[in-house]
């Protein structure tokens, strides 16, 4: 039904934008926190738990979690207190233990905790004695099997991209257990694991693999996975958001609210996850696999258990398996996918917004290797977004800048007619018929941002790519609020205000780009509504203010394209110095229609082309 008062639609088309953006962006944060609750995070204890831990203990051949009781070690002795293989590539440093043949030391000199250069660099495996224990391992289970305490031997004193290693133990029954472990240039180690019997009696055997991890990683943001995640038989099990597709609930939670939860598949891998971090242990495909996610005293795993294989007397036997241990890099993760890896790529939180956010990201990132520089990028990313949706807005600002010239008419009409609101939509129409007005033109345009805005949100959210990334001047980390408020004297003073209300110098311009738009907008008839909108963009400036500066700029920088538009479309349009009179507006209501003809029998009479009867004749 047309609208009863001269209320620009453009306005409106903002307004649902922008309460449709909060529904998406804060409505799921706000249900979750108030009727689904997360459980705090299990506290790391000060003490080691006992040997045996039941987390790691449904693999006998596995290493337990706290190599026995006592305190805690601290890293350098834990690192100290066995032999090891150096790890040494590009973008992976640390060891691996050679008691119990464990990767538990891996550090990422790429990466930084902070974004000062300064800070340590991004740790993602230490040793089982330390308090952030998370390690990664491969073996097998059986009664011949090498024990959790079995000391390797190695044929190499470091690992490189260009020198594999080779660890080998020899049973006291005669069997070779060798682990051929490689690793590429990026984050991938392929372990090959085989037996070799000499002996007269065959053997049976398990292959095995885990990652394991004392306590939970600090709480992430809304719409992003933390904790046990895996691909199997193509369904991915993690946190299921809003509207996710093919997938499975699995949680820190959910283990240990309801125990231990096993699966069987084909194909496909587990592991631990965190926002910008994946340590993911990839079976054999050739073989069908159980996986089990164990929680017990703080301690994490997920593992998987091979079919038992037969090694023959005199005979071998060999299987492949690989370990992800590093950044969830968007380009690097495609590729280990289209290399064989079963959907890697969704160990990224894009969540059912994948579709757009993906290709949104790969323009970002486009942009950011051509310009050097994030801020620029995004600055690119919101021009080309504009210059696609031009033709569009451009009918959207003209529709607008023609509904403010019809406006003081459609006042007229509305004061004329007063309560005959039947009357008043007649003539209202009949002015956008005449004027070629459309009042809806504006709705395309705000329904196509919606999407692109949100994929925004959830690519600075997620993507290690923007992790840390600065702008110019005090806006050093995009994907983090913007650090400079006016309520603490720009930094003068040491305190820091709340998420809500600490209004960065970005969702300042924000909240003022918004009012000069409604500033360009026609003026709406209800004094009611004239306050509402009065307070949108200083309502709208504090919503803003938690979220990363880089979804400010892009909102700013949009305002301000639109505004240029406005500015255009009210030059062409102008509106008339004063309302027309009464008369003007004056429009004749269509005249009524005839009345429709009785439904019935037709009188009877001559047919037509009969001669008609002449009065006082005879018949002779």
Same mark, same amino acid.
């Given at each position: 039904m047309?609208?009863?008062?001269n209320?620009?639609?453009?306005?409106?088309?903002?307004?649902?934008?922008?309460?449709?953006?909060?529904?998406?962006?804060?409505?799921?944060?706000?249900?979750?926190?108030?009727? =689904?609750?997360?459980?705090?995070?299990?506290?790391?204890?000060?003490?080691?738990?006992p040997?045996?831990?039941?987390?790691?203990?449904?693999?006998p051949?596995?290493?337990?979690? %706290?190599? @026995?009781?006592?305190?805690?070690?601290?890293?350098?002795?834990?690192?100290?207190?066995?032999?090891?293989?150096?790890?040494?590539?590009?973008?992976?440093?640390?060891?691996?233990?050679?008691?119990?043949?464990?990767?538990? #030391?891996?550090?990422?000199?790429?990466?930084?905790?902070?974004?000062?250069?300064?800070?340590?660099?991004?740790?993602?495996? &230490?040793?089982?004695?330390?308090?952030?224990?998370?390690?990664?391992? =491969?073996?097998?289970?059986?009664?011949?099997?090498?024990?959790?305490?079995?000391?390797?031997? !190695? #044929?190499?004193?470091?690992?490189?991209?260009?020198?594999?290693? !080779?660890?080998?133990?020899?049973?006291?029954?005669?069997?070779?257990?060798?682990q051929?472990?490689?690793?590429?240039?990026?984050?991938?180690?392929?372990?090959e $694991?085989?037996?070799a019997?000499?002996?007269?009696?065959?053997?049976?055997?398990?292959?095995?693999?885990?990652?394991?991890r004392? @306590?939970?990683?600090?709480?992430?943001?809304?719409?992003?996975?933390?904790?046990?995640?895996? *691909?199997?038989?193509?369904?991915?099990?993690?946190?299921?958001?809003?509207?996710? =597709?093919n997938?499975?609930?699995?949680?820190?939670k959910?283990?240990?609210?309801?125990?231990?939860?096993?699966?069987?598949?084909?194909?496909?891998?587990?592991?631990?996850?965190?926002?910008?971090?994946?340590?993911?242990?990839?079976?054999? $495909?050739?073989?069908?696999?159980?996986?089990?996610?164990?929680?017990?005293?703080? $301690?994490?795993?997920?593992?998987w258990?091979?079919?038992?294989?037969?090694?023959?007397?005199?005979?071998?036997?060999?299987?492949?398996?690989?370990?992800?241990?590093?950044?969830?890099?968007?380009?690097?993760?495609?590729?280990?996918?289209?290399?064989?890896?079963?959907?890697?790529?969704? &160990?990224?939180s894009?969540?059912?917004?994948?579709?757009?956010?993906?290709?949104?990201?790969?323009?970002?990132?486009?942009?950011f290797?051509?310009?050097?520089?994030? @801020?620029?990028?995004?600055?690119?990313?919101?021009?080309?977004?504009?210059?696609?949706?031009?033709? %569009?807005?451009n009918?959207?600002?003209?529709?607008?800048?023609?509904?403010?010239?019809?406006?003081?008419? *459609?006042?007229?009409?509305?004061?004329?007619?007063?309560?005959?609101?039947?009357?008043?939509q $007649?003539? %209202?129409?009949?002015?956008?018929?005449?004027?070629?007005?459309?009042?809806?033109? @504006?709705?395309?345009?705000?329904l196509?941002? %919606?999407?692109?805005?949100?994929?925004?949100?959830?690519?600075l959210?997620?993507?290690?790519?923007?992790?840390?990334?600065?702008?110019?001047?005090?806006?050093?980390?995009? &994907?983090?609020? #913007?650090?400079?408020?006016?309520?603490?004297?720009?930094?003068?003073?040491?305190?820091?205000?709340?998420?809500?209300?600490?209004?960065?110098?970005?969702?300042?311009?924000?909240?003022?780009? *918004?009012?000069?738009?409604?500033?360009?907008?026609?003026?709406?008839m209800?004094?009611?509504?004239?306050?509402?909108?009065?307070? *949108?963009?200083?309502?709208?400036?504090?919503?803003?203010a938690? =979220?990363?500066?880089?979804?400010?700029?892009?909102?700013?920088i949009?305002?301000?394209?639109?505004?240029?538009?406005?500015?255009?479309?009210?030059?062409?349009?102008?509106?008339?110095?004063?309302?027309?009179?009464?008369?003007?507006?004056?429009?004749?209501?269509?005249?009524?229609?005839?009345?429709?003809?009785?439904?019935?029998?037709?009188?009877?009479?001559?047919?037509?082309?009969?001669?008609?009867p002449?009065?006082?004749?005879?018949?002779?």
């Amino acid at each position: 039904m047309p609208p009863q008062d001269n209320q620009s639609p453009d306005v409106k088309n903002i307004v649902l934008a922008v309460v449709l953006s909060t529904m998406v962006l804060l409505g799921w944060t706000v249900v979750a926190d108030r009727f =689904f609750p997360t459980e705090a995070p299990t506290p790391v204890v000060s003490t080691a738990a006992p040997a045996g831990d039941p987390a790691v203990a449904a693999l006998p051949g596995a290493a337990p979690a %706290i190599a @026995g009781p006592g305190v805690i070690l601290g890293r350098d002795a834990a690192l100290a207190a066995s032999p090891r293989v150096a790890i040494d590539t590009p973008r992976l440093k640390g060891s691996i233990n050679l008691i119990g043949a464990r990767f538990d #030391d891996l550090v990422l000199p790429n990466y930084r905790q902070t974004k000062d250069k300064t800070s340590p660099p991004v740790r993602l495996f &230490s040793p089982s004695r330390t308090a952030d224990a998370q390690f990664a391992q =491969f073996g097998w289970v059986g009664t011949v099997a090498p024990p959790a305490t079995a000391v390797w031997t !190695s #044929d190499r004193t470091t690992l490189t991209p260009a020198t594999p290693v !080779s660890l080998r133990w020899t049973s006291p029954q005669g069997l070779i257990f060798q682990q051929k472990i490689s690793v590429d240039a990026d984050f991938m180690f392929t372990v090959e $694991q085989s037996i070799a019997n000499p002996g007269a009696v065959p053997v049976a055997l398990q292959p095995f693999g885990l990652v394991s991890r004392r @306590g939970e990683p600090a709480a992430a943001e809304a719409n992003v996975h933390v904790g046990p995640i895996a *691909m199997l038989d193509g369904t991915l099990k993690d946190t299921c958001f809003f509207l996710a =597709f093919n997938c499975t609930d699995l949680t820190y939670k959910k283990l240990i609210d309801d125990g231990p939860q096993e699966y069987n598949f084909k194909n496909g891998w587990v592991g631990l996850t965190e926002k910008y971090w994946l340590a993911a242990s990839v079976p054999d $495909q050739k073989s069908s696999i159980a996986a089990t996610f164990t929680q017990a005293a703080g $301690q994490y795993q997920a593992d998987w258990l091979a079919g038992a294989v037969t090694v023959p007397a005199g005979g071998r036997n060999a299987s492949t398996a690989k370990l992800f241990a590093g950044a969830k890099e968007v380009d690097l993760i495609d590729r280990y996918t289209e290399a064989g890896i079963p959907r890697l790529d969704k &160990s990224v939180s894009w969540g059912w917004f994948e579709i757009i956010a993906k290709p949104i990201f790969y323009l970002l990132d486009f942009l950011f290797k051509f310009t050097g520089n994030f @801020g620029v990028a995004i600055i690119g990313l919101t021009l080309i977004v504009r210059a696609i949706m031009f033709p %569009i807005a451009n009918k959207q600002y003209e529709s607008m800048a023609k509904m403010r010239l019809i406006g003081p008419r *459609m006042k007229a009409i509305q004061e004329k007619y007063g309560d005959d609101k039947l009357r008043a939509q $007649q003539e %209202i129409m009949a002015i956008y018929k005449t004027e070629k007005v459309n009042p809806l033109a @504006g709705c395309l345009p705000i329904l196509l941002q %919606i999407p692109i805005f949100y994929a925004l949100y959830k690519t600075l959210l997620i993507s290690i790519e923007m992790r840390h990334q600065p702008f110019v001047l005090w806006l050093t980390d995009l &994907s983090a609020p #913007d650090p400079l408020t006016p309520l603490n004297l720009f930094g003068l003073i040491a305190w820091q205000p709340p998420a809500m209300i600490a209004l960065g110098v970005l969702p300042i311009l924000l909240g003022v780009t *918004m009012w000069l738009q409604q500033k360009l907008s026609p003026a709406q008839m209800d004094p009611v509504q004239q306050q509402v909108f009065a307070l *949108m963009p200083w309502l709208f400036m504090f919503f803003m203010a938690p =979220f990363a500066a880089g979804l400010q700029l892009y909102w700013t920088i949009n305002n301000l394209v639109s505004i240029g538009q406005q500015l255009y479309m009210n030059r062409k349009y102008p509106a008339p110095a004063t309302p027309p009179s009464a008369a003007v507006i004056d429009v004749k209501p269509n005249p009524p229609k005839a009345a429709p003809k009785p439904a019935g029998p037709k009188p009877a009479g001559p047919k037509p082309g009969a001669p008609k009867p002449t009065a006082g004749r005879r018949r002779k």
